[in-house]
């Protein structure tokens, strides 16, 4: 079975940084690619940032520069380090994990696998 865990959700004010992490279970196939995704209320889920199994990284134009993903295969983590944060990343943050490369998982609307979300609200 099939687990992603998110968290390190929080407040913060505009200019802060959060690190989220999400630790997936060890079924999860090593050739995932894993990802970041958000949604704001009244809007749709849009892809943040993903992680090839080989480590190639990819990132919404939106968040280049301030967020870094990375994985770590050995702890069953994937982390989204975020700075600078804007009051218009307020949004639940989701992992997901499926076949396939990073820039491809971000296009998707469906998905193998999600976890349950983590709340990041950022204020002005």
């Known amino acids: 079975q099939v687990h992603l865990v998110e968290s390190g959700g929080g407040s913060v004010q505009t200019g802060g940084s959060l690190t989220l992490s999400c630790t997936f279970s060890?079924?999860?196939?090593?050739?995932?690619?894993l990802g970041w995704f958000r949604q704001a209320p009244g809007k749709e889920r849009e892809g943040v940032a993903a992680?090839?199994?080989?480590?190639?990284?990819t990132y919404a134009d939106n968040v280049r520069g301030r967020f870094t993903v990375s994985r770590d295969n050995a702890k069953n983590t994937l982390y989204l380090e975020m700075n600078n944060l804007k009051p218009e990343d307020t949004a639940m943050y989701y992992c997901a994990a499926d076949w396939g490369t990073g820039k491809w998982l971000l296009l998707q609307k469906e998905l193998n696998y999600w976890g349950q979300g983590t709340q990041v609200t950022v204020s002005s």
């Open positions: 060890e079924s999860i196939y090593p050739n995932y690619a």
């Open positions: 992680c090839d199994s080989d480590g190639e990284k």
